[in-house]
C-alpha cells in the first residue's frame, strides 16, 4: 500500500478538469491539497505553463505534499489556509483569474490513520478531529460547550442519526462520572447507546455504530459545509469563461451542496416561480456538465474502499 493518501478517481478528474491541451499560461487551484496526489498528476499530465496554486488547513499535509511534489516546485504554490476564504488566498498569491479549480472533500488517509489526530473510531486517540491543528475547539471541547439541544441538532443535522437524543443522553450520563476524552471511549458510549438499534437493523449493523456521531463532530469541529458553501461562490468570481469546476465529494450533505449549488447556477434567475417576469436580474453561471454524479469504478472501488462513497460533479463556468 503507498505511504501516501491513494486519491480518488484520478483519470476522471483530469479528464473533466479539461486542461491537458490547455498550452498557454494559466493557473489551476486545487482547494484541498491533502498529500499532493491529484495535483502532481495534474501537473505531470498538463503543459509547463500551466501552474497549480493548492491550499490545505492541515499544516502536516502541505509538508508531505511539498517534498512529494519538490520534482514541480517550480510550477507549484502551497498556501496553508481555508476553502472558504479561497478568494482571499487567491489574491494574496496575486491569483485573480483561474483555469480550474478542483475540490476533493473530506479527510485525508493520514488524517483517519494517525491515531493522535483523533478523526477515526478504528484508533484510540484524543478526541480532537481538527484538520488544522492550530484551531482552537478540537472535538472534545464541542462536547463540554455544545447544550444538549445544540449536540442533538449537530448529530441529527450532520450525521443524519435518527438516535442523536439517545446518544446525548448517554454523553451526559457519561460526562457526570469523567470528561471525554477519547475516540474509543466516545465510540464505546455510542455503541452502548445503540446497541438495541443496531442489532435489530442490518443496515446500522454493516457500519460502526459511531460512524455518524464522528462524521457530524467532523463536520461540527471543521465547519465543513460553511466552508464549502463559501469556496462554492467564490469560485464562481474566480473561473475564466469555460473553466470547469470538479468536486468530489464523500456523503449526501456535501453532495447535496453542491448539487443545489450547481442548479441554482445553471438557472441562474432566482425569483419565485410566480413572478411573471424576472426581476433579480441574476444570470446563468454554470453549466452543469454532469447530470448524474461519476462515481467509481468496481475495480476502483474494490482496490480503494474509502472510494466507494465518492461522487465527482462537474461544471463549466459560462458568461452571460
Ligand atoms: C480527501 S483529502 C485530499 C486528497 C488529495 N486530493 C490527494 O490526492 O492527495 C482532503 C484534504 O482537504 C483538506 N480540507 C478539507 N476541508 C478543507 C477546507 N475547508 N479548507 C482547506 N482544506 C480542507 C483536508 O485537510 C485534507 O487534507
Known sequence: ????????????????????????????????????????????????????????????????????LSPFRDRVTLAHGNLGDLKNLAAQNGIIRIAGLLMDLGVSSPQLDTPARGFSIQHDGPLDMRMDSS????????????????????????????????????????????PITTTSQLAMIVAKATAAASSSSPRRARIHPATRTFQALRIAVNDE?????????????????????????FHSLEDRIVKTFFRDEQKGCACPPTMPTCICGRTPTLKILTRKPIVPSDEEAQRNPRSASAKLRVAERIYA
Open 1 to 68: 500500500m503507498s505511504a501516501y493518501h491513494e486519491s480518488v478517481m484520478k483519470n476522471e478528474m483530469l479528464h473533466h478538469l479539461n486542461v491537458q491541451n490547455i498550452h498557454t499560461e494559466g493557473v489551476i487551484v486545487d482547494g484541498t491539497l491533502g498529500d499532493g496526489g491529484h495535483t502532481e498528476f495534474i501537473l505531470k499530465n498538463t503543459s509547463p505553463e500551466i501552474r497549480v496554486f493548492a491550499i490545505d488547513r492541515d499544516r502536516a499535509a502541505i509538508e508531505r505534499a511539498r517534498e512529494r
Open 135 to 178: 484551531q482552537k475547539t478540537s472535538a472534545a471541547d464541542l462536547l463540554k460547550k455544545l447544550s444538549d439541544a445544540e449536540l442533538t441538532t449537530v448529530i441529527k443535522n450532520f450525521g443524519e442519526e435518527r438516535y442523536a437524543k439517545r446518544i446525548v443522553r448517554a454523553i451526559r450520563k457519561e460526562q457526570a462520572q469523567r
Open 225 to 249: 459545509l460553511e466552508q464549502l458553501k463559501l469556496a462554492l461562490r467564490d469560485a464562481i468570481g474566480l473561473l475564466n469563461s469555460a473553466a470547469r469546476l470538479v468536486v468530489i465529494s
